[in-house]
């Protein structure tokens, strides 16, 4: 891949999904975006790189994009924040939303859907929907074809077999041919929607708990700071962010703050006052 080429294809990713692309990388490029410039009739991938840098057609951009985004995901995915979810942050705001019963849940960075549907399962075992409570769950991918996926959950054997407890397998999915299908029970209980990290999250609404794991490690720190400001303009006070056990918020942003208890849970901090003019 010429320089140029390379040039062109990893600012066009970066302004439209965040990821930063490295020249060792430039192999990821060829492999992910060969199958593309194919599809299009083009000879090569320079053929495409000169199309998107001349026309930029808004499909190719889509497509482009999409190719290139991570979408890794497993069923209960660590363990330790599914964990703190049932024992720590869904009691303490069970509490503080006792009068309105009602929380919202995001899962940011959905991939194919198995985070999200790990979360419903979760809350359905402990009993979290019982006493008249609505919970939304909302499940977002930068990806259109990786959100209709999420949608449909439906997962091989191998899919399943990662990080899915047998019980749960058994209680939650159905057998189709060689797949496994999500009850819909619990496929009902998520909306999956595309939605870009980088774009406006208003029309998601607000959430009380907002799950954004393994993500950030991909963006620059700039990125990973305007990412996270935009995150805490739609959570309250007293919301919960959870991120990756590679990820912090330390040194990147002011907008959440680390709670020592809760490992890789952050929380909403208030903003800072800004200083009268002229003084310090």
């Not at 950030?216 to 805490?232: M, P, S």
Request: net charge positive; glycine share 6%; with cysteine.
């Amino acid at each position: 891949m010429l320089p140029q080429d390379f040039e062109v294809l990893s600012r066009l990713v970066k302004a439209e999904s965040g990821l930063t692309l490295t020249p060792d990388k430039a192999y990821l490029l060829e492999t992910r975006l060969l199958p593309l410039a194919r599809k299009w009739k083009f000879d090569d991938l320079a053929q495409l790189t000169e199309s998107l840098r001349t026309h930029r057609d808004a499909t190719q951009v889509r497509e482009v994009t999409e190719a290139m985004t991570v979408n890794e995901s497993f069923f209960f995915r660590d363990v330790k924040p599914f964990d703190l979810l049932r024992e720590k942050l869904l009691p303490a705001l069970r509490v503080a939303r006792a009068a309105k019963r009602h929380l919202r849940i995001w899962s940011a960075a959905s991939s194919t859907g198995q985070e999200a549907y790990s979360i419903a399962m979760l809350l359905t075992e402990c009993g979290a929907y019982s006493d008249g409570w609505t919970i939304d769950i909302v499940g977002t991918d930068l990806s259109t074809e990786i959100v209709a996926r999420a949608g449909a959950g439906l997962y091989s054997s191998f899919e399943v077999q990662r990080g899915l407890p047998a019980k749960l397998l058994v209680k939650y999915f159905t057998r189709e041919a060689d797949h496994w299908q999500v009850a819909e029970s619990i496929r009902r209980r998520v909306r999956f929607s595309r939605h870009n990290l980088l774009h406006d999250p208003a029309p998601l609404g607000f959430f009380d708990i907002v799950f954004c794991r393994n993500v950030l490690i991909y963006f620059d720190v700039a990125t990973k700071a305007r990412v996270l400001h935009t995150v805490r303009q739609r959570m309250p006070a007293d919301g919960y962010l959870v991120l990756g056990g590679a990820e912090t918020v330390m040194g990147i942003s002011d907008s959440f703050a680390f709670v020592a208890e809760l490992p890789g849970v952050y929380v909403p901090s208030e903003p800072k006052a800004k200083s009268p003019s002229g003084t310090s």
